[in-house]
Nanobody, 123 residues
Framework: QVQLVESGGGLVQTGGSLRLSCAAS????????MGWFRQAPGKERECVAA????????YYADSVKGRFTISRDNAKNTLYLQMNSLKPEDTAVYYC????????????????WGQGTQVTVSS
């Protein structure tokens, strides 16, 4: 089992920045990749960014390329998502997730999920 706890969400104005953190515990050595997903009301959950723990593979959704950066601190078992130039359409609940194998941007491949943190971008 892998436990994930997100933090760092909040309310920010358009153009502002936030940094999300995800602290992982448990059998973290068994995970292959971790990712950030988001779900807005009435929409499907989508992968925003993901990366393997090795750092070899990284994925960004087209909508966030150039604005969001995913990173990790292996020593702290912590995943980050730096979000810059935020837009109202970035408003959603953001989830951290971990998987043991498979396509790193596929929601279906992730078995472990955090509780989510709300990000609200006001116009």
């Amino acid at each position: 089992q892998v436990q994930l706890v997100e933090s760092g969400g909040g309310l920010v104005q358009t153009g502002g920045s936030l940094r999300l953190s995800c602290a992982a515990s448990g059998r973290t050595f068994s995970s292959n990749a971790m990712g950030w997903f988001r779900q807005a009301p009435g929409k499907e959950r989508e992968c925003v960014a993901a990366m393997t723990w090795s750092g070899i593979s990284t994925y960004y959704a087209d909508s966030v390329k150039g604005r969001f950066t995913i990173s990790r601190d292996n020593a702290k078992n912590t995943l980050y998502l730096q979000m810059n130039s935020l837009k109202p359409e970035d408003t959603a609940v953001y989830y951290c997730a971990a998987q043991t194998s498979g396509t790193i941007y596929s929601t279906l491949r992730y078995a472990y999920w955090g509780q989510g943190t709300q990000v609200t971008v006001s116009s």
